[in-house]
């Protein structure tokens, strides 16, 4: 009989223990991601946009799963929300769980053929993200967006869809409010 080593507060989302790293997302690595680039690019490229803190315990290997949590900082660029990368899972039909930890925020989702969706994200909800669908999270809220995640670890991120076509929605506060604004067309 042992104890795991690896830890989940899962009220905080805080992960730690053997098998876990975290990885920063700075505005300096999000160029072309946000409506104004130009705002993006006056900033300091050091500022903090989100992490990733997620536990490995198999490798990327067919049938296995990673576990992890994504922290977004309450902030915007312009008029737009801090808000991930976003991507496609690189083997398509890969799915993936999300849920609310803390903070207030979106989900927004987006098939191949660019038919996009948003869902609430609060503490407590639960969101089932299927394969073929883009996911970025973003949030719409004053503090910070914590959301647990578990997917398939041999699915893998296509991010250079997203960097090149964007998503088809963005959102954008207007007079102090999310708003989802189409962003094709
Ligand atoms: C994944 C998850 C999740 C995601 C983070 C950061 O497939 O790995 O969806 O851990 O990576 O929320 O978002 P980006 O990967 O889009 O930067
Ligand atoms: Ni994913």
Not at 119 to 137: K, N
Not at 158 to 167: E, K, L, M, V
Request: charged letters at 25%; aromatic letters at 10%.
């Amino acid at each position: 009989l042992v104890n795991s080593n690896t830890r989940f507060e899962a009220a905080e989302g805080k992960l730690s223990g053997s098998g876990v790293s975290a990885s920063l997302r700075v505005v300096g690595d999000l160029a072309g991601i946000f409506l104004d680039e130009e705002a993006r690019s006056r900033r300091d490229p050091r500022e903090a946009v989100y992490e990733v803190v997620m536990h490995d315990a198999c490798g990327a290997a067919e049938g296995g799963l990673f576990f992890g949590v994504s922290r977004v900082y309450p902030g915007k660029i312009g008029a737009e929300y801090f808000m991930t990368k976003g991507h496609f899972h690189s083997k398509r039909n890969r799915a993936e769980y999300y849920w609310g930890i803390a903070g207030e925020g979106l989900l927004l989702l987006m098939d191949e053929s660019r038919q996009c969706r948003a869902e609430r994200v609060s503490p407590g909800s639960l969101h089932f993200i299927s394969g073929y669908t883009a996911h970025r999270l973003v949030n719409t809220g004053r503090s910070m967006l914590v959301v647990g995640a578990c997917w398939p670890s041999d699915a893998g991120h296509d991010y250079d869809s997203i960097q090149r076509d964007g998503f088809g929605l963005r959102v954008l506060d207007v007079d102090g409010q999310p708003q989802l604004v189409p962003a094709d067309g």
